[in-house]
């Protein structure tokens, strides 16, 4: 009923950028706070960047001065535009939101999208 669909995933060289885009839709009465996470083979997913409600943003050091986050309330989109991208950024990419659905009834929800591949070639 609720889903997140992200896009903007694919190869590119080092120094390169990308921008990913985290589409939610369905019974959504309201959205919180916004992230995107990343697992690299092997790793375990990490937390690369979120944005409150209010627009407040958060990033992990590795990709600070980078990356950035950003929302569209009106579209209930989330973006990452990535600059600078190196091989280590090669991961999938997922975003996550929280969020108040109306069906079946009124409640909270955790939703994950499928991910989405990013490759860094050097």
């Known amino acids: 009923q609720v889903q997140l669909v992200e896009s903007g995933g694919g190869l590119v060289q080092a120094g390169g950028s990308l921008r990913l885009s985290c589409a939610a839709s369905g019974s959504i009465f309201s959205i919180g706070a916004m992230g995107w996470y990343r697992q690299a083979p092997g790793k375990q997913r990490e937390l690369v960047a979120t944005i409150t409600g209010g627009n407040s943003t958060n990033y992990v050091d590795s990709v600070k001065g980078r990356f950035t986050i950003s929302r569209d309330n009106a579209k209930n989109t989330v973006y990452l535009q990535m600059n600078s991208l190196q091989p280590e950024d090669t991961a999938v990419y997922y975003c996550?939101?929280?969020?108040?659905?109306?069906?079946?009834?009124?409640?909270?929800?955790?939703?994950w999208g499928q991910g989405t591949l990013v490759t860094v070639s050097s």
């Open positions: 996550n939101a929280g969020l108040i659905t109306t069906t079946p009834i009124t409640r909270y929800l955790e939703v």
